[in-house]
């Protein structure tokens, strides 16, 4: 047997170079090659590869990546959307409530021009939307009131529609004269 082991060896080992290393280097490269394949053979049987895959896929599902099912990590921790959210524009009332308001600002002379400024304030606001309560800006209603801008809230104010459009008309007539010059000022600072 160990004729046949010096054999082998003798026969893997390449002829002595003129250095004379004997060769040892081929004899290194090929001991961590079998190393090598020796691990990569233990890490696939071991299934370590497949616990790596599926970490990995689990990986790729927070960010809602391909194969993850029906519900990903992150949508399990995710909280319950609100019930109803309405934000610009989607009120059901608001095109009566542009309709009042169309009809104070004649009352008060603000056609063409100037009712189209009223639009454009109000519309970027709150979309004309009475029940809007801006979270970011906490601004209220049609008119996007302000307790720290405008003062005292008029009572009924967050009911009606009416009240907010009569506030709103009456806020602007005294501040600014007519709407395109609060539309001018809500532009320049995203207030007015």
Request: charged share 20%; hydrophobic share 35%.
């Amino acid at each position: 047997m160990r004729n046949l082991l010096r054999t082998a060896v003798g026969w893997a080992r390449p002829p002595r170079g003129p250095d004379g290393d004997g060769g040892a280097a081929f004899t290194e490269v090929t001991a961590v090659t079998l190393l090598v394949a020796a691990v990569m053979l233990a890490v696939y049987q071991l299934e370590l590869s497949r616990t790596f895959n599926e970490g990995v896929r689990q990986m790729v599902c927070l960010v809602e990546g391909p194969d993850c099912g029906d519900e990903t990590w992150v949508e399990a921790d995710r909280p319950e959307e609100p019930d109803t959210y309405e934000w610009k524009g989607d009120s059901p009332n608001t095109s009566d409530n542009q309709a009042i308001g169309m009809s104070q600002a004649r009352d008060r002379g603000w056609t063409d021009q100037e009712w189209e400024c009223l639009d454009s304030l109000w519309s970027n606001i709150s979309g004309w939307d009475h029940t809007l309560i801006d979270s970011e800006t906490g601004a209220v209603g049609i008119p996007g009131f302000r307790g720290g801008e405008h003062g005292a809230m008029p009572s009924g104010f967050t009911e009606s529609a009416s009240a907010q459009i009569t506030w709103g008309v009456g806020y602007i007539a005294d501040t600014y004269g007519a709407p395109c010059a609060a539309w001018s000022q809500w532009q320049g600072t995203r207030s007015y």
